[in-house]
Nanobody
């Protein structure tokens, strides 16, 4: 069973920054992609960013230019650097890992709150 441990959430004022981390118990060689999703109250979970094993990245239009996803393969960890945060970024952020076998795993989520 793969474990994903997220950290780095918190409360910040608009315009501020946070860095989320997601540490995986899975071996890097078995990972296809890792990414971040978020879910605001009363809304569906939505895609934020993903990074492939080769380092290719994708972002939701709403975060392009503000968020940066990266990974440290030696630590089996993916990061989400969030800058210029807006109140609409408030949500629970979830880490997602997809194995080469296409099996998916989710973290427990970390709360990000951005006040105006």
């Amino acid at each position: 069973q793969v474990r994903l441990v997220e950290s780095g959430g918190g409360s910040v004022q608009a315009g501020g920054s946070l860095r989320l981390s997601c540490a995986s118990s899975e071996r890097t060689a078995s990972i296809n992609t890792m990414g971040w999703y978020r879910q605001a109250p009363g809304k569906q979970r939505e895609f934020v960013a993903r990074i492939s094993s080769s380092g290719n990245t994708n972002y939701a239009d709403s975060v392009k230019g503000r968020f940066t996803i990266s990974r440290d393969n030696a630590k089996n960890t993916v990061y989400l650097q969030m800058n210029s945060l807006k109140p609409e970024d408030t949500a629970v952020y979830y880490c997602k890992l997809v194995r080469l076998t296409a099996i998916e795993y989710w973290g427990q989520g970390t709360q990000v709150t951005v006040s105006a």
